[in-house]
């Protein structure tokens, strides 16, 4: 960097506050999904074998987060905390739910969204790709939606335009989740007359008699392409393109199979970074990227299942490992688990002019903080109760060497939660906190029956809930000193144990990880449910 353009960036980093509320970026969110850190070249290094040039290059120009995670090892807990700046156990139970993509709404997640803040601060607002946050659909009897029980005829009575988007074509749910259909601004498209179902599960349920799996993630980006093409520098507009890969099934796009070494997956992962290609060219064609952040990030780490074997195969993910590729990067753990690379993701930012080029940054962030940075930079106010588990990083964006504002966060398996304090990080669980006899869940190891048998065995008598949130019952560790999580500190740090417990206590109680009022979950919040059937049932039977 010349020194006129470093003067140039000291001068703006002293007047951002102003300047960003006085003229705010374009936004957009791109969020693949089940893509781990170790898939993407500019974190992985020599242990990626997939080739990512233009994710490595929005890195390149902006910042690489090294610390940034989700609140869930899985997909909808994860958005529905980015969505909302709210974490997904403070919310109810679903409603009018049916399997897979026919998943109902959780009451008062719509309430205050990225969209409705952005959509309230002036923004044209889009949303295109997997949306898996619940939706309500026109059913034939006026009972609860299921794969048949739906009008296709009507359209979504909720989804995108509930949570402030202006323009949605959207996936109910995942890309192996039936319905397999489109739905542009609520209304179905095409004829839903066909039952289909894809490798990997081979769900078989309702889908639009033309729908093919390895053209969804084109059809996204090139409906991306459209939103933005039709965008002007008069209004400013938020984009947030939720892509359906690498999650299973693995079905890359025609032109992208074959193209990469490793296999069908690294095809897939390609075909994930041609996303951002097509992304930026379309901001570049209408001179619209110099004002744009752009964002790129992961729901949470690589599925143990997934590879290039299409059928979903238990701990398949070693296979690539023996190839040398390993998606979860330096991390243990994957999709589901309690460990960091279940929860740790890429996050990429770039804006020009704004965000210095080519650094990373160390700093705890989570994608819950996205609600209080985007209304920081675009000069919003966010009420009390809105956004309560949010903490900007906005100045981390200008200066990614100072001290982050986030100094703990609360995140979960599918069964247990975790706790990060600082460089600590507590497991509330003796293993890797998947649910007991999970096939979906091997290769996170240990397994629940192994671990709490363990647990159990060095444990004199029977444990109290007390009991249970101390060692053995629970592991610590210390990431600055050891990243894989290999040594559990929790026996000769019960101190800090009992520290972290009650952070997490805390804001269970005070409804917030925030400054402020006390709020209310929708729910009561167990922090240990000894009597949990995704516990091994043998653990059950002796924790009575």
């Known amino acids: 960097m010349n020194s006129l353009r470093r003067i140039f960036l000291a001068l703006l980093l002293v007047s951002a506050p102003s300047l960003l509320c006085a003229s705010p970026p374009n ?54 905390a980015l969505m909302t700046g709210r974490f997904n156990w403070r919310f109810g139970a679903y409603v009018n739910s049916g399997p897979w993509g026919f998943v109902g709404p959780r009451p008062n997640t719509e309430n205050f969204t990225l969209g409705k803040l952005l959509k309230n601060s002036g923004y044209r607002t889009g949303y295109v790709g997997k949306w898996h946050l619940g939706t309500t659909m026109n059913t034939l009897d006026g009972k609860s939606q299921g794969p048949s029980n739906v009008d296709y005829t009507k359209p979504l009575k909720y989804g995108p335009t509930q949570f402030g988007f202006d323009d949605s074509f959207i996936l109910p749910g995942s890309l192996d989740m039936f319905p397999y259909a489109f739905a542009r601004n609520h209304v179905w498209q095409g004829e839903i007359t066909a039952r289909k179902g894809w490798s990997a599960f081979n769900r078989v349920g309702p889908a639009e008699k033309d729908f093919q799996d390895h053209e969804v993630l084109e059809t996204f980006y090139t409906e991306a392409e459209d939103f933005l093409e ?161 903490i900007s990083f906005a100045t981390l964006l200008r200066d990614p060497k100072e001290e982050g504002a986030r100094k703990d966060l609360i995140m979960q398996s599918v069964v247990q939660f975790v706790i990060r304090d600082g460089n600590w990080k507590l497991c509330l669980c003796p293993g890797s906190g998947v649910p007991a006899n999970s096939e979906n869940g091997a290769g996170n190891e240990p397994m629940p029956e192994d671990a709490w048998r363990k647990a159990l065995e060095g444990f004199k008598g029977k444990p109290s809930e007390a009991d249970l949130l101390k060692a053995p019952f629970v592991q610590l560790f210390d990431l600055s000193k050891d990243l894989h999580e290999d040594t559990n500190l929790a026996a000769v740090n019960p101190e800090q144990v009992r520290k972290m417990v009650k952070i997490l206590m805390k804001q269970i109680a005070n409804g917030r990880s925030t400054p402020g009022a006390e709020l209310e979950n929708d729910k009561n919040v167990r922090i240990v449910n000894p009597a949990d059937k995704r516990l091994p049932a043998f653990a059950r039977d002796y924790l009575k």
Not at 312 to 338: C, N, W
Request: proline share 7%.
């Open 27 to 80: 936004i957009v969110l791109i969020l693949a999904d089940d893509l781990g850190i170790g898939d993407v070249n500019c974190y992985g290094g020599d242990r990626c074998l997939i080739e990512t040039p233009n994710i490595d290059g929005l890195a390149a120009d902006g910042i690489r987060f090294t610390d940034a995670h989700v609140n869930a090892s899985f997909c909808g807990p994860t958005r529905r």
């Open 230 to 390: 039709k965008r002007t520098e008069s209004e400013p507009f938020f984009l947030f393109l939720a892509l359906t890969a690498p999650h299973t099934p693995t079905s890359p796009g025609v032109a992208w199979q074959g193209m990469s070494e490793l296999g069908v997956y690294g095809d897939f992962v390609m075909e994930v970074d041609h996303s951002v290609k097509r992304v930026m060219d379309a901001l570049k064609a209408k001179g619209l990227d110099e004002n744009t952040l752009v964002l790129f990030s992961s729901d949470h780490g690589p599925a143990p299942y997934a590879g290039n074997i299409l059928k979903a195969t238990p701990d398949q993910i070693s296979q690539l490992e023996a190839m040398g590729h390993f998606p979860g990067g330096p991390h243990r753990g994957y999709k589901f688990s309690v460990y960091e690379g279940g929860l740790r993701v890429p996050l990429i930012a770039r804006w020009p002019g704004v965000i210095p080029e080519g650094e990373t940054c160390d700093a705890l962030v989570s994608l819950s903080d996205f609600m209080a940075t985007f209304a920081e930079l675009t000069g919003s106010k966010l009420e009390e109760n809105q956004a309560p588990d949010s």
